[in-house]
């Protein structure tokens, strides 16, 4: 009963260093979502995809890409960290059908330390 | 576009006592309302939801919330709190397939 899973769950990088976060969702779920969570500003949506093959931006897309090959995963990545990176990062999936009232699921978050 | 505001950083309450989030809105058509809880360390579990219907909308742990359209609120409220409801908690509008959150309230439970 896995539902959203991310890896890895902690990592340290020095500033430069790219590294990838997945995303994994086994639900069948059309939507997926790349949130950052930093003290005192909520969730901010980094970028988000409605189905296989596409990927959007959101509101703090600067810095990030995304990559969604399958529809099971969804793939986030730094390619040159920078300080202002640091956050806990969270994944989400929605299913299609449910449209704009369904319920997100989200994983345990990936704590991103930059130095 | 929309987005949210929750108005209050942190409240303490005392256990037993009663709680009430405040949550307002800003989206120019129907809005879907979604009220979450992060305990320490832990993803967002979904406390409610409201998308139309009747306004007063009962959640799991006990909690209700109340949709007011001539005030563009969603605030939360539980009758007596309990130690284990201290968390954060998160308003969030749906609209374009996107969820908005607002900052966030972290609840302190005081025995």
């Known amino acids: 009963n896995a539902g959203v899973t991310q890896t890895p769950k902690f990592r340290v990088l020095k500033t430069g260093q790219s590294m990838t976060l997945l995303c994994a969702q086994d639900m069948n779920h059309e939507y997926m979502y790349w949130y950052r969570q930093d003290p005192g500003m909520g969730l901010r949506l980094i970028h988000y995809?409605?189905?296989?093959?596409?990927?959007a931006k959101g509101e703090v897309p600067d810095g990030y890409n995304v990559s969604r090959l399958k529809k099971q995963n969804f793939l986030l990545g730094l390619e040159s960290a920078a300080p202002s990176q640091t956050s806990v990062y969270f994944c989400a999936s929605r299913g299609g059908l449910a449209g704009n009232t369904g319920e997100l699921f989200f994983g345990e978050g990936s704590r991103l330390t930059v130095l | 576009a929309q987005s949210v505001t929750q108005p209050d950083i942190h409240i303490t309450v005392s256990e037993g006592a009663s709680l009430e989030l405040r949550c307002n809105y800003s989206?120019?058509?129907?809005?879907?309302l979604f009220w979450y809880v992060q305990s320490p360390g832990q993803g967002l579990q979904l406390l409610l939801k409201?998308?139309?219907?009747?306004?007063l909308v009962q959640g799991i742990k006990g909690f209700e919330a109340e949709f007011k359209r001539s005030q563009s609120s969603f605030n939360l409220r539980k009758p007596s709190v309990h130690w284990s409801d201290a968390a954060e908690y998160f308003c969030?509008?749906?609209?374009?397939?996107?969820?908005?959150f607002g900052a966030g309230t972290t609840v302190t439970v005081r025995a």
């Open positions: 995809s409605v189905g296989e093959g596409t990927t």
């Open positions: 969030a509008v749906g609209a374009d397939y996107k969820l908005s």
């Open positions: 409201y998308f139309s219907g009747d306004t």
């Open positions: 989206y120019g058509a129907t809005p879907y």
